[in-house]
């Protein structure tokens, strides 16, 4: 290759490292296993990235959404109904909502066929893991949804037996 001598050879890392710097790429979830949420790790070295904490549950400043298609299978409008009350909603801009509607109509399809299409369902897996719609997908981006603690529970008192027991019946 004669433009191979032209050029001068440059290490392979740094000009990555300038390519992703110039074309603004941001660093994605990781693969492989799902990281602990960060209150189930034992050992905590210092993460590259933080969590981001962001409050479960509906956010309160929701655009105004388009209902669900009235044609669309029942599970997936529940899908994409469900998407309004989930966390990572706070984090949706205009495109990934037109993403979720785009996902709810595949999943539809999908659903109504009546032949299994694994490529189909594996794009709609992978539209449906880049909306970070399971906790895996959010705790590989290193997002957590702050879980509410659980009420606290009245004990529970049997009045009737506690008299019994003392009557020694």
Same mark, same amino acid.
């Given at each position: 290759?004669? %433009?191979?001598?032209?050029?001068?050879?440059?290490? +392979?890392?740094?000009?990555?490292?300038?390519?992703?710097?110039?074309?603004?790429?941001? &660093?994605?979830?990781?693969?492989?296993?799902?990281?602990?949420?960060?209150?189930e790790? $034992?050992?905590r070295?210092?993460?590259?990235v933080?969590?981001?904490?962001?409050? &479960?549950?509906?956010?309160?400043?929701?655009?105004?959404?388009?209902?669900?298609?009235?044609? %669309?299978?029942?599970?997936?409008?529940? %899908?994409? +109904?469900?998407?309004? $009350?989930?966390?990572? &909603?706070?984090?949706y801009?205009?495109?990934?909502?037109?993403?979720?509607?785009?996902?709810?109509? +595949?999943?539809?399809?999908?659903?109504?066929?009546?032949?299994?299409?694994?490529?189909?369902?594996?794009?709609?897996?992978s539209v449906?893991?880049?909306? +970070?719609?399971?906790e895996?997908?959010?705790?590989?981006? $290193?997002?957590?949804?702050? $879980?509410?603690?659980?009420?606290?529970?009245?004990?529970?008192?049997?009045?009737?037996?506690?008299?019994?027991?003392?009557? =020694? =019946?």
């Amino acid at each position: 290759m004669p %433009w191979r001598r032209a050029v001068p050879s440059l290490p +392979l890392r740094p000009l990555r490292a300038l390519v992703a710097r110039l074309t603004l790429e941001v &660093a994605m979830g990781a693969h492989g296993p799902i990281p602990k949420r960060s209150e189930e790790r $034992r050992r905590r070295n210092r993460d590259d990235v933080a969590p981001v904490q962001a409050p &479960a549950g509906a956010p309160l400043d929701l655009p105004e959404l388009p209902d669900p298609d009235p044609l %669309w299978h029942a599970i997936a409008a529940d %899908w994409y +109904l469900s998407l309004r $009350r989930s966390g990572q &909603a706070a984090f949706y801009e205009p495109s990934d909502w037109a993403m979720a509607r785009y996902a709810a109509e +595949l999943m539809s399809r999908v659903l109504l066929s009546p032949v299994t299409n694994g490529q189909l369902i594996s794009a709609l897996d992978s539209v449906m893991a880049r909306l +970070l719609t399971t906790e895996g997908d959010r705790r590989r981006a $290193r997002i957590e949804l702050e $879980r509410k603690p659980p009420g606290s529970r009245l004990a529970a008192v049997k009045p009737l037996d506690a008299y019994r027991d003392l009557a =020694g =019946g």
